[in-house]
């Protein structure tokens, strides 16, 4: 099953953007990319997903690289309530959901 | 908010006891999951279903098993928890289609601690 890579950690001043760096070397083209933040005593929060072009919605955007085996989450003015762990993770469309892998995230702590 | 609740919210039982935890759902989706959470092992699929009373099994079944006789529920047991067990447990939703195409909601998780 393809995996992610993700830093453990990053951190980074309030209202400045971040990228969220994840490498898939091993994406299949059926996989979609999905990224989740999760905060503290809380369950998993859906951010944004996209399958080969680059996608924005109002939390973020996500840039994928041209040949997918990287990704990037970009939040571009973080702010307090963005401290969480983010996670990349893939989902097959075509195996459906038994391989659903998330992995443990990049915690980002954001400065004030 | 996709109407998802989990109950118990907190549960400390002991070792051998049966425990039975309840994911209740509002909108109707289809396809439900528990997902258990430890630290340094991040989110890890335990069972999903995709409809009344069909399931199958995810990363980390041994020990579980799941029914769903009604849409809006989705109930997993442990048959004779074991401290092994001690975890956040998460329910999860999809609104649409398979996993890879939709995003998934979550609920606020059980704390179940097996002494």
């Known amino acids: 099953d393809a995996k992610t890579t993700q830093p453990n950690s990053m951190e980074s001043n309030e209202e400045e953007p971040v990228h969220l760096p994840c490498n898939h070397s091993?994406?299949?083209?059926?996989?979609?990319i999905h990224w989740y933040r999760q905060l503290p005593s809380q369950g998993p929060e859906y951010v944004i997903h996209?399958?080969?072009s680059n996608v924005n919605n109002r939390m973020a955007s996500l840039a994928i690289a041209e040949d997918r085996k990287s990704s990037t989450l970009i939040l571009h003015r973080a702010t307090l309530r963005d401290a969480a762990v983010y996670y990349c993770?893939?989902?097959?469309?075509?195996?459906?959901?038994?391989?659903?892998?998330f992995g443990t995230g990049t915690r980002l702590t954001v400065i004030p | 908010d996709a109407g998802i609740t989990q109950s118990p919210r907190h549960k400390v039982t002991e070792t051998g006891t049966p425990v039975t935890l309840r994911c209740h759902q509002t909108?109707?989706?289809?396809?439900m999951y528990w997902y258990r959470q430890d630290p340094g092992h991040g989110l890890r699929l335990i069972h999903y279903?995709?409809?009344?009373?069909?399931?199958d099994k995810g990363e980390v079944s041994d020990g579980y098993s799941v029914s769903r006789s009604k849409t809006e529920d989705f109930l997993l047991t442990l048959e004779s928890a074991t401290s092994s067990q001690t975890s956040v447990y998460f329910c999860?939703?999809?609104?649409?289609?398979?996993?890879?195409?939709?995003?998934?909601?979550f609920g606020p998780g059980t704390r179940l601690t097996v002494l």
């Open positions: 993770i893939l989902r097959d469309v075509e195996t459906g959901a038994n391989n659903l892998f």
């Open positions: 909108e109707n989706h289809r396809y």
């Open positions: 996209g399958l080969t």
């Open positions: 091993t994406i299949s083209g059926t996989d979609y």
């Open positions: 999860a939703i999809t609104p649409s289609g398979l996993a890879g195409e939709s995003e998934q909601f």
């Open positions: 279903s995709y409809g009344v009373k069909d399931t």
